[in-house]
């Protein structure tokens, strides 16, 4: 039994331990996969646009007697079904969107400078525009799409532009670039709704997990959360082998202060306990509300050592709080503390010998640490 020790540095405590956070999944890598996956998806999609309407254009070409232009459409063709098939075997690769468009603007230069079948080459802009705001996002697709139809105003208004061989009236023209820049607008602007009703979505779902993992009173991990981190540092600690502490404490005599001065005070004493708790550990460290006047600390790479260490620098540090209220109470907290490593038989072991002393640290008087 360890009662009152000096306090001493944090023996057994490794400061360049990994980092916590690792428990948890990043949501932010998860939405970052979602989009990469949704822009795979879109570049698939417009592959097969482009197949669809290329082949086509190829057919008719060779209808109609055109051999080169069928030729060159049918070659076309050929090297849309060769990107398809390497982007499905290659897999998600952020190269892939940047490889598509590149590869679909070289093909929509070339029908507009052509015509490709009847001049008809410009209905390449119906797929263009969806696709490239759906490639790169409303912000960089519509900067693309501004480039692309600055270009192509430029190749068909500019006075025998080089290399345009298909033949557009004015009219035509126009209403192309009437049609390029709405379609462009359009499209940008649903999809910047859509990335705001994403990021609202994305909000509401982080505050609802929050507020899932979180005690409502004190603002610690609740129950549940301090459950799952454990098993995921079990986890962890089976395949590196390590080593890390539990402490459950219980506020002493905590029912008479409730009956003596109120619940009202008596949740006061409960929040200025968590945050004495919170800010006396290091970052990594979980702190949670066990239940009622009950605390659990989680230390990863901490030996039983060092949790004995903190847990009398923070059982001191609680019936310091005695001094604040104006109130005349006595504020004090009993600890357990147990070591779990690759060894231990489960959570359940480990919680149970941290509650049995605790509870020993209770029966010998209250206010004070037990960690063997």
């Known amino acids: 039994m360890e009662t009152s020790a000096p306090l001493n540095p ?41 197949l669809a309407i290329t082949g086509a ?19 076309v063709t050929a090297v849309i079904l060769g990107a398809y098939i390497g982007v499905n075997i290659a897999g998600p690769s952020r190269k892939t969107p940047v490889l598509v468009g590149a590869l679909l603007l070289v093909l929509y230069f070339y029908l507009l400078l052509s015509g490709g079948v009847n001049n008809t080459g410009l209905m390449w802009a119906v797929m263009l525009v969806p696709g490239f705001i759906n490639l790169y996002g409303y912000k960089w697709g519509t900067v693309t799409l501004g480039i692309v139809g600055g270009a192509t105003a430029l190749i068909l208004f500019y006075p025998d532009f080089p290399g345009l061989l298909a033949q557009y009236d004015t009219g035509h023209r126009v209403r192309f670039i009437a049609i390029f820049g709405a379609l462009t607008a359009l499209t940008a602007i649903l999809d910047s709704s859509r990335h705001q009703t994403q990021q609202m979505l994305h909000k509401l779902t982080a505050e609802l997990e929050n507020h899932a993992c979180t005690d409502a009173l004190t603002g610690l991990a609740n129950r549940r959360e301090a459950y799952r981190a454990i098993n995921e540092l079990e986890r962890r600690n089976r395949e590196l082998a390590g080593r890390y502490t539990v402490l459950i404490g219980d506020l002493d005599s905590f029912k008479a202060i409730n009956d003596t001065f109120g619940h009202s005070f008596g949740d006061r004493v409960l929040r200025d306990v968590a945050q004495t708790l919170r800010e006396s550990t290091r970052a990594d460290d979980v702190v949670a509300r066990w239940g009622g006047e009950e605390f659990l600390i989680l230390l990863p790479n901490t030996d039983v050592d060092g949790g004995g260490i903190l847990a009398e620098k923070l059982r001191q540090k609680v019936e310091a709080l005695s001094e604040t209220y104006a109130e005349d109470v006595k504020i004090s907290i009993s600890f357990g503390v147990a070591e779990g490593n690759a060894g231990t038989d489960g959570q359940n072991q480990l919680l149970a010998e941290a509650d049995s002393r605790m509870y020993r640290a209770k029966s010998a008087g209250r206010n004070q640490v037990v960690s063997v």
């Open 10 to 50: 944090r023996a057994g405590v490794n400061s360049d331990h990994p980092d916590f956070d690792a428990i948890a999944q990043d949501p932010i890598a998860q939405v970052l996969g979602l989009d990469l996956r949704r822009r795979i998806q879109a570049s698939g999609y417009m592959l097969i646009f482009a």
């Open 57 to 75: 254009m190829g057919v008719i070409a060779l209808m109609a007697a055109d051999l080169f232009l069928a030729g060159t459409l049918s070659a």
